[in-house]
């Protein structure tokens, strides 16, 4: 008994210390709304790599554990969303140099998302962020291939246990927000992208 | 005796009671399926639960806790709200359209014991109809696998994001199945 006893000791404490705990960090696609009824009449597409879409990363959770997501492949369908809010037609691209994927389409600016995130909780006692960051690096480039445009925009998440109980993401999805707004701002302003 | 104290802390922290599925996400590949794959303006018409395997359907679980659909703790309103979220990011959604998605859900299998690997089948029936007439019904299956862990607050947000995975990736095998392609033209 008492070997079993050790046995189920050490595996829950196998199971305890420094979990990495997967998570999703994207953003309500329905709550990045459009913010204007004009649309941009172009075509436009994103290149996201496959190494980074199946990119797994770790920042730190609470009680010493770590958070454990896929950043490019969660942000992918707010990438989408924004940029189908602006533009008349989105496409997701294998490359972003295939010129003839760009000219079948008609496509005319490529856009390629760069992200990096922070995590922190004070808590001693339960995993999920109580703050998260995003910061998103976008390049903009021409049929070409030359870059026509580059900006970077933050988001930042806060969520209390009363706010993440039910959502244990929650200050993840809120900074992925906040960074998709902004960026669906800054294109909306970005003379270059017009 | 601290040993016994240490292993009971330990076994506070494992789930003993109902865990709600995460609810769907669209991906952008199935978005962009659907809007590459026509312009019609569909609607959603009624997806059930084979009465034969609605309870079972309905009563998943997670390591003994109930795995409880967010959408009225039922999985074929998942599936319905799924394909009709699906249709709206796409802008192809129209209660006016003559074309009408239903389905018949037949298979929620869904198994998060493993301490490596964790699993979900799903099958249902789906039907397509214009003006009434059927144009497609075929039963489409998914099998899908997420990694697990032995520690279920580790293993249980695992779980809640493979079941959309699950979800996410069935559909995308009925949006790219020619025949329904063409169902909906």
């Given amino acids: 008994?008492?070997?079993?006893?050790?046995?189920?000791?050490?595996?829950?404490?196998?199971?305890?210390?420094?979990?990495?705990?997967p998570m999703v960090m994207s953003p309500r696609v329905e709550e990045l709304p459009k913010e204007n009824a004009v649309k941009v009449d172009k075509i436009v597409g994103y290149y996201i790599s496959s190494e980074k879409m199946k990119l797994n990363v770790e920042t730190p959770g609470g009680g010493g554990d770590r958070l454990a997501y896929r950043p490019y492949r969660d942000i992918e369908a707010a990438l989408n969303?924004?940029?189908?809010?602006?533009y008349k037609d989105v496409y997701k691209l294998k490359s972003s140099n295939d010129s003839a994927e760009l000219e079948k389409n008609g496509i005319t600016y490529v856009?390629?998302?760069?992200?990096?995130?922070?995590?922190?909780?004070?808590?001693?006692?339960t995993w999920p962020p109580t703050d998260f960051t995003v910061t998103l690096?976008?390049?903009?480039?021409?049929k070409t291939?030359?870059?026509?445009?580059?900006?970077?925009?933050?988001?930042?998440?806060?969520?209390?246990?009363?706010?993440?109980?039910?959502?244990?993401?929650?200050?993840?999805?809120?900074?992925?927000k906040e960074a998709f707004i902004n960026l669906q701002k800054i294109i909306i302003s970005a003379e270059a992208l017009r | 005796m601290k040993y016994m104290l240490l292993f009971l802390s330990c076994v506070a922290f494992l789930p003993g009671c109902a865990i709600q599925a995460q609810k769907y996400e669209i991906s952008a590949e199935n978005i962009q399926q659907?809007?590459?794959?026509?312009d019609t303006k569909l609607r959603i018409g009624a997806v059930t639960a084979d009465s034969a395997v609605k309870d079972k359907i309905n009563s998943i679980t997670f390591r003994g806790s109930p795995f409880v659909s967010p959408y009225g703790g039922a999985y074929e309103t998942y599936l319905k709200e799924a394909i009709t979220e699906d249709l709206k990011q796409a802008t192809r959604f129209s209660e006016k359209s003559d074309i009408e998605i239903s389905g018949i859900m037949l298979k929620n299998e869904f198994d998060a014991s493993g301490v490596n690997i964790g699993l979900?089948?799903?099958?249902?029936?789906i039907i397509v109809k214009n003006n009434g007439n059927v144009k497609y019904d075929k039963v489409i299956?998914?099998?899908?696998?997420?990694e697990s862990y032995f520690a279920a607050f580790s293993a249980a947000p695992a779980a809640q994001i493979g079941y959309v995975d699950a979800v996410r990736n069935f559909l995308l095998k009925v949006y790219t199945d020619k025949d329904f392609i063409n169902a909906c033209k």
């Fill in chain 2, 141 to 146: 299956s998914h099998h899908q696998e997420w």
């Fill in chain 1, 137 to 142: 690096t976008m390049v903009g480039l021409d």
């Fill in chain 1, 81 to 86: 969303k924004v940029l189908s809010n602006v």
């Fill in chain 2, 34 to 38: 659907l809007k590459r794959s026509g």
């Fill in chain 2, 120 to 125: 979900a089948d799903i099958s249902a029936r």
């Fill in chain 1, 1 to 21: 008994m008492k070997n079993i006893i050790r046995v189920l000791i050490i595996f829950s404490v196998m199971a305890l210390v420094g979990c990495a705990h």
């Fill in chain 1, 145 to 176: 291939g030359k870059q026509v445009w580059t900006d970077t925009v933050k988001g930042k998440g806060h969520a209390e246990y009363e706010d993440f109980k039910d959502d244990f993401q929650l200050a993840a999805r809120l900074a992925s």
């Fill in chain 1, 111 to 125: 856009f390629i998302p760069e992200v990096k995130t922070t995590s922190y909780s004070p808590s001693p006692f």
